[in-house]
């Protein structure tokens, strides 16, 4: 089975562009979790959903950020302008099982 | 609010000696334990979880690791350390008990092992 895919694996882009990460799940979990990973901050959560509902958007930084998950099958992560500090590895995860996550290889980006 | 504190965020072992790495937690109900491992360049995996059943977990690569309440300990080890485990190591709690809430994980432990 494939696991969790993020596209693209590596993003350079110029501060004020948008970026938009995507992420398809594993088939048939439920949830879905986007993590930020820094050497600074380490891994924080960012959003997450169950059954595509988004239930906790605490963690996204700030109205530049933005998650969408239309359907079971696709999740985005958009950046609209970005900034150097957003410069991170960006995960997506899947789960069934609570507490069980399935980690994609993630995204790399790097905004200059 | 529940969290983990890692305590040493790199250790370095010999290839064939014991491995250990630290984690406390702090919870104020009953917490679910996990230990990740993140190899380079990739996602993390799950290495093992303590869900209060036994104690003692065995997980995947020949870890364990032991839940503790009284010292509100979940440390991961491993009776003898390969090159392959040179990774980062990352503990997490979940409040099952309160709904479905995501993990919290610490800051991670780098492992290194030396030939």
């Known amino acids: 089975d494939a696991g969790v895919i993020q596209s693209p694996r590596h993003e350079v882009t110029e501060m004020g562009q948008e970026v938009t990460l995507r992420c398809k799940p594993i088939?048939?979990?439920?949830?879905l979790f986007w993590y930020r990973q820094t050497m600074m901050r380490g891994l924080e959560l960012l959003i997450y959903?169950?059954?595509?509902?988004?239930?906790?958007d605490s963690g996204m930084p700030e109205d530049r950020f933005s998650a969408k998950m239309p359907n079971a099958s696709f999740s985005t992560l958009k950046i609209q302008p970005s900034e150097p500090r957003d410069s991170a590895v960006y995960f997506c995860?899947?789960?069934?099982?609570?507490?069980?996550?399935?980690f994609g290889e993630g995204s790399r980006l790097t905004v200059l | 609010a529940q969290s983990v504190t890692q305590l040493g965020s790199h250790v370095s072992v010999s290839e064939g000696a014991l491995v250990l790495l630290r984690c406390n937690y702090s919870?104020?109900?009953?917490?679910?334990l996990f230990w990740y491992v993140q190899y380079p360049n990739q996602g993390l995996q799950l290495l093992l979880k303590?869900?209060?059943?036994?104690?003692l977990v065995k997980g995947i690569n020949g870890f364990e690791a032991e839940f503790k309440k009284s010292e509100t300990s979940f440390h991961l080890t491993k009776p003898s350390a390969h090159m392959s485990d040179a990774a980062e190591y990352f503990c997490?709690?979940?409040?099952?008990?309160?709904?479905?809430?995501?993990?919290?994980f610490g800051k991670g432990t780098r492992l290194s092992v030396i030939a």
């Open positions: 303590y869900t209060s059943a036994a104690t």
């Open positions: 997490a709690v979940s409040d099952l008990l309160l709904g479905n809430t995501p993990l919290v």
């Open positions: 959903f169950n059954n595509n509902v988004p239930i906790d």
């Open positions: 919870s104020s109900v009953p917490p679910y």
């Open positions: 995860a899947s789960s069934l099982i609570l507490g069980e996550l399935f």
């Open positions: 088939s048939g979990h439920n949830s």
